[in-house]
Structure formats: structure tokens, C-alpha cells
Nanobody, 113 residues
Framework: VQLVESGGGLVQPGGSLRLSCGAAGMTFNIYNMAWYRQAPGKQRELVAVISRDRNTNYADSVKGRFTISRDNAKNSVYLQMNSLKPEDTAVYYC????????WGQGTQVTVSS
């Protein structure tokens, strides 16, 4: 199983980024997919999750700004991030969970002027 994130980078406060995570080697549509993030010196935290039934849930800190979505035909999950704040700076990880759990390698998001 392989999860590969892309789309991270440097963005100014108030800007937007779209993260993508492509999956291989798994039956993608049966997995619950999620995005986590880890800032320096902090624990990894759940940002958003989308179930195999497309139910979504978000951390309070990102509600109304981030949107998680999935495309089962492309074996991909996305995180649209709008109105970014400096406190959103972190490494963002893609997560797949069903019976087993898998992680991507992470992509850096830096929000700074």
C-alpha cells in the first residue's frame, strides 16, 4: 500500500492550497480517509475525515475553511484549504483506515507572509 501526498507549499495568510493524496495497492473505496497534521513540537492531530460513505467531520479549528473530498475512481482524497492562517503551518499526512491503517509520508504546508 502506498499513499502519496502532494500540493503543499508556502502560502500567505488568507491564501488557499489544495492537498491531494493518491493511493495505490488498496481497495480505496472501502477505506475511511483522513488528513492529519503535525506542527513542530506538537502532537499529530486529526484535521478532517471522510468515510467510505462520504460522511465528513472536521476539527473545530478548520471548520468552515477546509473541505475534504474523495474521488474513488481516481483513488484519491483531497483537502481544500482556504483562509489559511499561520497556525495551520504543519506537515500534513494522509491516512487510510479500515481494518489496517496506512500513512503517507507527509507534505509541508507553511503559512507565512
Amino acid at each position: 500500500v502506498q499513499l502519496v501526498e502532494s500540493g503543499g507549499g508556502l502560502v500567505q495568510p488568507g491564501g488557499s492550497l489544495r492537498l491531494s493524496c493518491g493511493a495505490a495497492g488498496m481497495t480505496f473505496n472501502i477505506y475511511n480517509m483522513a488528513w492529519y497534521r503535525q506542527a513542530p513540537g506538537k502532537q499529530r492531530e486529526l484535521v478532517a475525515v471522510i468515510s467510505r460513505d462520504r460522511n465528513t467531520n472536521y476539527a473545530d479549528s478548520v471548520k468552515g475553511r477546509f473541505t475534504i473530498s474523495r474521488d474513488n475512481a481516481k483513488n484519491s482524497v483531497y483537502l481544500q484549504m482556504n483562509s489559511l492562517k499561520p497556525e495551520d503551518t504543519a506537515v500534513y499526512y494522509c491516512n487510510a483506515k479500515f481494518i489496517n491503517e496506512f500513512w503517507g509520508q507527509g507534505t509541508q504546508v507553511t503559512v507565512s507572509s
